[in-house]
């Protein structure tokens, strides 16, 4: 990953009264906010403790000029909070803090936007000076963008050159697999998932998992993490028996280091769930799933964001095998955790209250399902978080709303916007829902006619995807004999009838005996 030369990030217009307004915020922190955050950052000490804020070095060793029309106050912001947040990201005020930063800048884009801005002057200072070693402030900064991102999970091209700028800095100084290149591997391999680069993913989360592996040993913690992370790209890119096999030896890793890492137990065996649930195996699925859960609830609690995204997982496979009740229950449960942590306008706030709205409609509900559509859609829409693929679930779920209230053309409209994000995304899930309920609608307007193409595109990619026998295979042999019954092919109709009904009665048969334990 070359550095130079350095694309400049965009910058919007500096807010100067805005960002002096922060700082007189950070000064007027508690002192017992630091203390309990065991705040060691000399620049964060300078705003807690001093009441004011000191140089990153002597303004004569690095002049603190405005870059891009950014005046010196919003570089020492950045590079005084920088400190803060490293030492505070786990601490209960974290989230408190980054709000009143994103505040001051208008959106978490904006925070990274300032970053990546610091970081770039940072670079062509260290690139002037002709210096081998690697600036320790320009370290720390990557380092805490790296921690912020992981954080809030947000994802634009501001964060994506933080995360290469990170990686590439310390190869160029340490070699390509240094074991402090570590959390910029996770990170990289992260946002490189997010954005469906699978192969660059699965590329840096093999080399952080020999690093890891190297350094500390097969059976080590940071073994079983990297294997965790590894197996979910494997997941994601529907390698499911590599998966399969990459997560079963995680788990043994993690049971063998026993109590005092069940958080990570717990995530290996979510998302050991998750790829039993895309295979059809129900009941291995509700097993791994409840015993993370049942991890995630000792540890931390009911009310811990983990906690909220097991229940969400575990709510996908019962509303999978038509156990409507416990579904509803889980995914309440979920979007009331989610705005308890995470607040009532997170993106995952969104995708519960859309997974809740699409179990409504798989019962002819649309009513009920409608209010929390558009909640989720104005919270995707907004001014935070843009994740493409929780936006185009939301938009799925409403179109689907649509039509089943009869307004078709709105329907076909959204449901056209979410496949032309699929078709440049490849993602065959999204690409083989989106064909699937564009015939629908098509059905449902009686134009079976122009439903056959969708159809039968859809049913391609799932088998291909998913294999012959999946739910998801037998959802669009359900509706390929619905389209054939309204042409008045009977024949074809009973055949693909008969084909879904033997898949169902399968997934159905598969959960008898699974039995749920009391949330």
């Not at 990170?166 to 697999?177: A, I, P, Y």
């Not at 660059?200 to 913690?221: D, K, P, T, W």
Request: with cysteine; charged share 20%; net charge negative.
């Amino acid at each position: 990953l070359p550095i130079w030369p350095i694309a400049l990030p965009q910058h919007a217009p500096a807010r100067q009264e805005t960002h002096r307004a922060l700082l007189e915020l950070f000064a007027a922190v508690p002192l017992s906010v630091s203390d309990e955050a065991g705040v060691s950052s000399r620049f964060a000490r300078g705003i807690l403790k001093d009441r004011r804020i000191p140089c990153r070095r002597a303004l004569d060793e690095v002049p603190f000029q405005a870059v891009h029309g950014a005046d010196p106050d919003t570089v020492q912001a950045a590079l005084a909070f920088h400190g803060l947040v490293s030492d505070m990201l786990c601490s209960k005020a974290a989230q408190e803090l980054i709000t009143v930063w994103k505040a001051a800048f208008g959106s978490e884009e904006a925070m990274f936007q300032t970053y990546a801005l610091v970081a770039s002057q940072m670079l062509q200072e260290w690139e002037q000076s002709g210096a081998e070693g690697i600036p320790t402030d320009l370290i720390f900064l990557l380092d805490d963008a790296c921690a912020l991102y992981n954080y809030t999970g947000t994802a634009s091209d501001d964060v994506s050159w933080l995360l290469r700028t990170l990686v590439s800095t310390r190869q160029r100084v340490f070699g390509d697999e240094h074991p402090s290149l570590f959390a910029g591997f996770k990170a990289y391999t992260e946002l490189c998932l997010h954005g469906g680069e699978l192969e660059e993913a699965q590329r840096f989360a093999e080399m952080a998992l020999r690093v890891q592996i190297r350094e500390h040993g097969m059976q080590s913690e940071k073994a079983g993490s990297a294997m965790n992370t590894y197996g979910e790209i494997l997941r994601v890119s529907q390698q499911y028996n590599d998966a399969l096999e990459v997560f079963l030896k995680a788990a043994g890793v993690a049971a063998a280091l026993g109590p005092a890492h069940a958080d990570l137990h717990a995530a290996i065996l979510s998302n050991l769930g998750n790829v039993y649930h895309s295979t059809g195996n129900y009941p291995e699925a509700v097993n791994a799933l409840v015993a993370a859960l049942e991890k995630l609830e000792a540890r931390f609690g009911e009310e811990h964001a983990d906690v909220a995204t097991v229940c969400n997982n575990l709510a996908a496979v019962f509303a999978e095998v038509n156990e409507v009740q416990r579904a509803a229950e889980l995914y309440a449960r979920a979007i009331n955790t989610r705005q308890v942590v995470l607040g009532p306008r997170h993106p995952m706030v969104a995708e519960a209250l859309t997974n809740l709205a699409s179990l409504y409609l798989q019962c002819q509900q649309a009513g009920e399902a409608l209010p929390l559509l558009e909640r989720a859609f104005e919270i995707v829409q907004g001014g935070g978080i843009r994740d493409p693929d929780t936006v185009a679930q939301v938009m799925n779920a409403l179109a689907s709303c649509y039509k089943d209230m009869q307004k078709f053309d709105d329907a076909i409209a959204l449901f056209q916007d979410v496949l032309s994000y699929a078709e440049t995304r490849g993602d065959p899930e999204m690409l083989s829902k989106s064909l699937n309920n564009i015939g629908v609608v098509f059905i449902d307007m009686d134009r079976p006619a122009e439903a056959e193409p969708y159809l039968s595109k859809a049913l391609e990619i799932k088998e291909a995807a998913y294999g012959s026998t999946h739910p998801e295979t037998g959802a669009t042999c359900e509706c390929i004999a619905i389209m054939y019954q309204c042409m008045n092919r009977m024949q074809e109709a009973e055949y693909w009838a008969a084909r879904a009904n033997n898949i169902k009665m399968q997934a159905m048969m598969s959960m008898q005996g699974v039995s749920m334990p009391g949330m």
